[in-house]
């Protein structure tokens, strides 16, 4: 240290840098040598170390010495020669890698050695890791990577108009998104887009394929391109310009048209209009919208021949989703502001058709953007990494511990060592070095796991009418994060160990008897600590598993305000089929007509949407007698359902009555409104005879029914207004048949088949399943949370249980001479049964009271996830604390009957 | 030996074994024979700090080592400087000096 001080000194010139690289580049030659000539070499410092021992004897002898006499003289002098060759080979450039692989030589044979032991560590640690992994490979599917096929997102924003909600609407209309991107400064450029599902028509069998209409910068916005063809050109983006033209999805090239090379230029029929194919979008790509699989995308300006409407003439109607990219440099609250600014100006232009629509612009990374999953994962998936951090956590505490166990039983190989000259530094990297082989053998076990587990996330999802994809699998950032993670753990866990093995006192440990010295750990305090340590980490997630399932519970138990069980649902789309509102009603009239009919149907109705599966719709209304509030959105979920909806879904009418087969196009408009509805709006009023603007029709509110879940059973009931469907008909929208069984719904789903395809043979029937099974995607993010909090728990318990009864097994049979002394003088059986029983009862006790202290400060923070239990659920810490106490107190229990066992001649003979 | 003092006395036996090789190519008794001559016995080389020494100079590019016979025709390593070496030796004893003159004015100033 000093003399490199001094050569700073000496070298304040510029003379220093030119040295240092000359010196390097020989430093690497040198080394280069020396790895490979390395026999060579050896030779060399062997032949050069006996000609100097011959120099000195010459020497010596000439100064008069016997030659015997020379010889020893001359050895003293030299000092051994091993260890003159050592002193070479540590001089040598490239020595710490000699020792590196000595030392990596060496563990590998340890843990070949104690291939017991290493399994059950590598294993542990590839639970703990692959925990971690596994949700990382998730987050890194979502909130990470949120477009597929898009590398950089994090200059993309998403726009939302209103309160933070779970179910946004588009925020703008056509027309105003292409003023915005006229006028904006501060983006460059903004993208709009309108997803939902299309039929590919004019093939052997037609297909309802989720596509979007985009405008015609989409594709270049985001940096997709197409893999065969071009994105749209500018033009064809143009309302009343634009051209039939269709990107198609990777998938539907494969699927549909076999890979086909020369598929550009090709026409193929979409909802029965024909469309040029232009482009083919990369494999990755699925479109822009977090979790949902998009396959086909068309112009926006062909609305009209793909949904039937026109939607970019009217600027009234906000149909868009957007996505803007922000100009370098500018942040997210600066493009907000301007955006803010801008629509100002826009709204004050045209006023009529900014009524009802919500002012305020709000923009989102896509990582918490609540359009698509990312809005409902963003809050769990991080909380899934915490929980999965804590079991690593556990591990490592865990492996800690079965390591210092062990290394007592490696006292003597350690305290030989140092005897023989090696450093405390040498012996912790050797230390440190098992460790870390350790760590590494668990994170690629458990990159093995994480193969499997990464894709369980996709097991969640029922059946579903959403187009929900998720890919999740192992990527380069999750590797190194694990190989990262590895490393870590390996400190953590190897730290302790290699710090106290490497400072016993030598001397003592080759003296003393081994039992005598391992009584010293029996008392340690850090055995002890990792114990309760471990006990406590489990009690934290035990905890939160707990309130995740008993959340779970109380939401599944909740009352839905309908009833799930013997209903069938079935789903069609009319528009695809070429019906017109008028076709479409009358068929909607025939297929009640004919289900009800059938043997084992109750009751049969129609709506728009089924409950618990995101697929309620949302309109802005106008009420009568209500003054909306400054930015409060008017937009409300609306259902559109056909005659004996209530009686059919079991949701009582409490007041006023429901729709019947009179309510047609030509009877007076009527609407039905939940109970939440009323209390919103027009609280204490009789809500019967009111009226509700939607779209320019007036409906009267004819009944009220009771609060019924549509979106997630853990959400509050909202308002929701129902619209009769031979009045609010739409057939663009899928259209769900709601069967009431007497039997098992699954028997009627051939039979239901068999009347649609009567009534019509080319109309595609989709989702087929019974209502309680679509309706587990409302309680989807409940499932996963307490799925994987709860196998996280309980792994959790089990490694503390290894953990407690390693420690207290282990300590026993330390302590067997002095349980055979005991015994020998008279203690009864019982007694040393609670001898050692109590000791471990003392760590479970002290573990139960650390975790209960940490999960009460933690558990807060889950709070907004819970549902129906409080974060400090009584019931939940009670059963949990007690569960760990027996589970461990069983752990002791096989130890301390063990001990009671130990026959006192035996024991003192021992050793 | 705490860490610095062998650091200084490393700095100091390259100076002191570079000064010795300008000389002429010499074998490692040889050198250590010299130094010890020179400063009248006040460094004593050990074998076991020269030959590590001696082969960290090689590594760097200073001496370079060949075999040859002594003077009683025995087989020895001779060691000699290289153009790197020489300039190495400026630089260490510019550095020596510079120390020893901040030495002794600290000295002198208390």
């Known amino acids: ?911 | 030996m705490t860490q610095e003092q062998t650091n200084l006395l490393q700095g100091t036996l390259d100076l002191l074994i570079l000064k010795t090789l300008r000389l002429g190519e010499m074998h490692g008794l040889g050198i250590s024979r010299r130094i010890e001559q020179i400063t009248h016995g006040t460094f004593s080389v050990k074998t076991g700090s020269l030959f590590p020494a001696l082969r960290r100079m090689q590594e760097e590019g200073w001496i370079k080592s060949a075999w040859g016979e002594s003077e009683a025709n025995r087989k020895a390593k001779y060691y000699r400087l290289t153009k790197a070496g020489m300039k190495q030796l400026e630089t260490e004893t510019a550095k020596w000096e510079r120390i020893v003159l901040g030495i002794s004015r600290t000295l002198e100033a208390s």
């Open chain 1, 1 to 911: 240290m000093g003399a490199d001080r001094a050569r700073d000194l000496a070298d304040a010139g510029g003379v220093v840098s030119k040295r240092v690289r000359s010196g390097l580049l020989q430093r690497a030659t040198s080394l280069l040598r020396n790895v490979t000539h390395r026999e060579q070499d050896e030779r060399e410092i062997a032949e050069e170390v006996n000609a100097h021992l011959s120099l000195l004897i010459a020497e010596k002898m000439r100064a008069g010495m016997k030659p015997d006499e020379a010889e020893r003289a001359a050895h003293m002098e030299l000092g051994g020669v091993e260890q003159v060759k050592e002193q070479v080979r540590e001089a040598r450039a490239g020595a710490w890698l000699d020792t590196l692989a000595r030392d990596c030589r060496f563990a590998l044979r340890m843990s070949r050695k104690n291939s017991g032991f290493t399994a059950v560590v590598v294993l542990i640690l590839a639970l703990g890791i692959a925990a971690n992994t596994t949700v990382l490979s998730w987050i890194s599917a979502t909130l990470l990577n949120p477009i597929p096929g898009v590398a950089h997102t994090s200059d993309l924003v998403t726009v939302m108009r209103g309160d933070r909600s779970d179910h946004p609407t588009p925020p703008f209309s056509y027309l105003d998104l292409h003023d915005l991107s006229e006028l904006t400064q501060t983006f460059s450029g903004l993208l709009g887009y309108h997803d939902d599902y299309m039929s590919l028509t004019g093939v052997a069998k037609p297909e309802r394929i989720y596509g979007a209409l985009t405008t015609a910068n989409y594709f270049d916005l985001l940096g997709v391109h197409p893999i065969l063809g071009r994105a749209f050109l500018p033009e064809e983006g143009t309302p009343g310009a634009g051209a039939a033209v269709v990107v198609i999805g990777y998938a539907v090239w494969q699927n549909h048209f076999a890979g086909d090379p020369q598929i550009v230029g090709k026409t193929i029929q979409i909802n029965r209009h024909p469309y040029t194919v232009v482009g083919v979008a990369p494999r990755d790509f699925t479109g822009c919208a977090p979790g949902l699989r998009a396959e086909l995308w068309i112009a926006l300006s062909m609305d009209r021949d793909v949904w039937g409407f026109n939607r970019p003439d009217y600027r009234g109607i906000f149909w868009l989703n957007v996505l803007g990219k922000l100009r370098p440099g500018v942040t997210k609250n600066q493009a907000q502001a301007e955006l803010n600014l801008l629509m100002q100006g826009i709204v004050e232009r045209f006023p009529e058709d900014h009524r009802d629509s919500p002012s305020e612009i709000s923009l989102d990374p896509l990582w918490r953007s609540p359009f698509g999953i990312n809005g409902y994962l963003y809050k769990i998936l991080p909380m899934l990494l915490g929980l999965a951090g804590v079991l690593l956590l556990l591990a490592c505490a865990n492996v800690a511990s079965l390591l210092l166990v062990r290394s007592v039983g490696r006292r003597r190989e350690i305290a030989i060592r140092l005897g023989m000259g090696a450093s405390r530094k040498q012996i912790v990297r050797q230390f440190l070095i098992e460790s870390l082989l350790l760590g590494l053998l668990g994170g690629t076990a458990a990159i093995v796991i994480t193969k499997w587990t990464s894709h369980s996330l996709v097991a969640f999802f029922p059946p579903s009418t959403l187009p929900l994809t998720n890919d999740a699998h192992i990527d380069q950032g999750v590797l190194f994060v694990t190989i990262g993670v590895s490393i870590l753990a390996a400190i953590i866990f190897g730290m302790l160990p290699a710090l106290r093995s490497s400072s016993m006192p030598v001397q003592s440990v080759l003296k003393e008897e081994a039992t005598s010295v391992s009584l010293t750990l029996h008392k340690s305090r850090l055995l002890s600590g990792l114990v309760v340590a471990q006990i406590s980490l489990s009690l934290v997630l035990l905890v939160c598993a707990g309130l995740f399932t008993r959340s779970l519970q109380k939401a599944q138990q909740s009352d839905p305000g309908f009833e799930a069980s013997h209903l069938l649902l079935a789903s069609y789309e009319l528009s695809p089929a070429g019906y017109t509102r008028a076709t479409g009603a009358a068929f909607d009239r025939q297929v009640l007509d004919r289900l009800s009919a059938l043997p084992g149907v109750e009751s049969v109705s129609l709506a728009d949407f089924s409950p618990l599966s995101f697929s309620i719709h949302s309109d802005y209304l106008q009420l009568e007698g209500y003054v909306p509030q400054p930015h409060e959105s008017m937009e409300i979920s609306r259902a559109i359902v056909g005659p004996n909806y209530f009686r059919t879904l079991r949701t009582s009418v409490v007041s006023g009555r429901e729709f019947t087969e009179g309510d047609t196009a030509d009877s007076q408009l009527v609407a039905v409104v939940n109970q939440a509805f009323v209390d919103r709006y027009w609280p204490g009023e009789n809500a019967i005879g009111k009226q509700v603007t939607d779209g320019g029709d007036r409906f009267t509110v004819v009944g009220v029914a009771r609060n019924a879940k549509y979106r997630l059973l853990t959400s509050p009931t909202e308002p929701v207004i129902y619209l009769p469907s031979y009045q609010a008909y739409s057939p663009t929208h899928d259209t769900t048949i709601h069967l009431r069984t007497t039997g098992d719904p699954r028997t009627m789903a051939s039979s239901v088949e068999e009347t649609i395809h009567q009534l019509n043979p080319e109309l595609p029937l989709f989702n087929v399943n019974p209502l309680s099974v679509t309706m587990q995607l409302g309680t989807l993010f409940g499932r996963v949370a307490a799925t994987f909090a709860g196998s996280f728990g309980l792994l959790a318990m089990l490694l503390a249980a290894v953990g407690i009864y390693g420690v207290v097994a282990y300590t026993t049979r330390q302590r067997t001479r002095e349980i055979g002394i005991r015994m020998a003088l008279g203690a009864e059986k019982g007694g040393v049964y609670r001898l050692v029983l109590g000791q471990g009862f003392r760590l479970t006790l002290a573990g139960l009271l650390v975790g209960t202290a940490l999960s009460l400060t933690l558990t807060r923070l889950l709070k907004a996830q819970l549902f129906g239990v409080s974060a400090t659920d009584a019931i939940t810490f009670a059963s949990v604390g007690l569960l760990v106490a027996v589970v461990a107190l069983l752990a002791c229990h096989i130890p301390a009957r063990r001990a009671t066992r130990v026959d006192p001649m035996v024991a003192l003979r021992h050793e």
